[in-house]
């Protein structure tokens, strides 16, 4: 008699993508007629496993693409490929940010060689080493920047971490009983182990430089740290030591020329005092709001800031025109200050 089937097998890594993308708000659907695309009604259609090559899965093209979503932002998903045209100048910056995401979230669990993208991308891939998140004047730095901080957001947290975690398990299990093959090994063998988290309970960083020249560290009895607040629930800086390996979200001096956090959409409105010299010595740049005064804005950025447009990949250098006669809100506002970490953080410069 025919044996009745009544369970079906699934390989376990798809499985465990299969959950993440619908836990996420995707519904993953395989088809020959699509290497990756989505509808923006909630539908992932990823291509067969013949349209795949040799060291693609299932799990890596669910992954690579719920990166794109990590850097294109929530709305995405209500737009066909994630509101990308494939074909115009911002692409290839769009799809770096894509890869640098991947590859620190992917990193953070020792998965960058199985989900290492093998599309026409890979040679960006293969050049990404030590800390890709480093040139803040890069646009596709500051967007893999606020893909990461999505990443511990919803509708990704906590399925994607979880998947990551999930994993690593797996891979690590399949790597100890994978043979080893000259001519065609597989991926499993390349897995590295699960980096050490930082002392402060951060993730691991790929800088070789220490807490001790970290732009968030300061001095409150003792050496502390602003990043790792969050993570102890602190108010008053972590304590760490100067000759700690940095952690991920490790950076060096700040320089406010190539930042202008403040001064742009980090804050909405900067109140200025009827008093403060600014009001008589620089008068056009102040605007009565009735009850109170503030600086006038151009867009989303004081009307007083000029510079950050980018220009042959990279952005150029702020300045602010009545910089000599600024109000004493922005005299005030100190350089890796909390504040400073805040605004920073609000328009994709820092972790």
Known sequence: MPREVTHRYVDPLSQVWLGAARRIGL??????????????????????DDALDADDSLAQMIFHELC????????????????????????????????????????????????????????????????????RTDPSVQAAIAAVRRADKPPWAPALSDALAATARIAAAAGSFAAPDREAPVLWLKVAGVPVAHPTGLPAGASDATCGSCAWRFESRGARCRQADGVAKSTIGVKIEDSWRACERYEPALDCQTCGACCRAAYHSV??????????????????????????????????????????????????????????????????????????????LSL
């Not at 990756?36 to 067969?48: C, E, K, N, P, S």
């Not at 009001?279 to 867009?299: M, N, Q, T």
Request: a negative charge; charged letters at 30%.
């Open 27 to 48: 519904r993953v659907e395989r088809t020959p007629h699509a290497y990756a695309a989505t509808d923006g009604r909630g539908t992932l259609a990823i291509g067969t």
């Open 68 to 135: 794109h979503s990590l850097v294109e932002g929530e709305e995405s998903f209500d737009q066909p490929d994630w509101g990308m045209d494939n074909t115009g100048p911002d692409h290839d910056w769009r799809e770096h940010a894509c890869l640098r995401a991947q590859w620190v979230l992917a990193g953070r669990h020792g998965l960058r060689s199985v989900f290492a993208p093998t599309t026409d991308f890979r040679m960006f891939w293969d050049t990404l080493s030590g800390d890709v998140l480093a040139d």
């Open 271 to 348: 109140e200025v005092q009827p008093r403060d010299p600014a009001v008589k010595a620089v008068p056009d740049y102040i605007v009565d709001r009735g009850h109170y005064l503030e600086l006038k804005r151009d867009g989303d950025r004081c009307a007083a800031l000029k510079g950050g447009l980018v220009e042959l990949g990279k952005q150029t250098r702020f300045h602010c025109v009545i910089y000599d006669d600024r109000p004493k809100t922005c005299r005030e506002f100190t350089l890796g200050s909390a504040h400073c970490l805040t605004a920073r953080r609000r328009v994709g």
